[in-house]
C-alpha cells in the first residue's frame, strides 16, 4: 500500500467534505438568524414552523454526521504519520487493502 497515495485520498476527502460541511454551516446560518421572529410568520398555519424545525433538524443531524466524518479522516492523517496506519485498533493484524481502498478512514478490519 503506498501511504503517499492514500494520504492524498486522504487529504482530498477530507477537502470534500470539509466544503459539504462549511456549505451546511453557512445554510445554517441563515436559517438561524430567520428565528421565525418576523410578522410575516404569524399568518402561516403552525405546520409550517414544524416543517422548517424538522428540516433544521435534519440539516443538524447532516452536519454532525460531516463533523464525525472529519473527525476520522484526521485521524486517518495521524496514524499514516504515526505509522500506526493500516493495523487494527483491536488485533494489530493488517486491515484487508480493499477494506482501507474503500473506507480509507478505516480503524478495523470486518469480520466475515
Not at 404569524?42 to 443531524?61: F, I, V
Not at 496506519?85 to 488485533?91: A, L, R, S
Not at 484487508?96 to 478505516?106: F, H, K, N
Request: charged share 40%; glycine share 6%; net charge negative.
Amino acid at each position: 500500500m503506498d501511504l503517499n497515495e492514500q494520504r492524498a485520498r486522504i487529504e482530498a476527502e477530507r477537502e470534500r467534505v470539509a466544503a459539504l460541511a462549511e456549505d451546511f454551516r453557512a445554510e445554517f446560518g441563515q436559517t438561524e438568524t430567520d428565528d421565525g421572529a418576523e410578522l410575516s410568520d404569524y399568518d402561516q398555519h403552525p405546520a409550517d414552523s414544524a416543517s422548517d424545525t424538522a428540516e433544521r433538524e435534519k440539516d443538524l443531524g447532516i452536519l454532525e454526521q460531516l463533523e464525525r466524518e472529519l473527525l476520522e479522516l484526521q485521524a486517518a492523517l495521524e496514524r499514516i504519520d504515526n505509522g500506526t496506519y493500516g493495523v487494527d485498533e483491536n488485533t494489530g493484524k493488517p486491515i484487508d487493502p480493499a477494506r482501507l481502498e474503500a473506507l480509507p478512514a478505516a480503524r478495523t478490519n470486518i469480520e466475515r
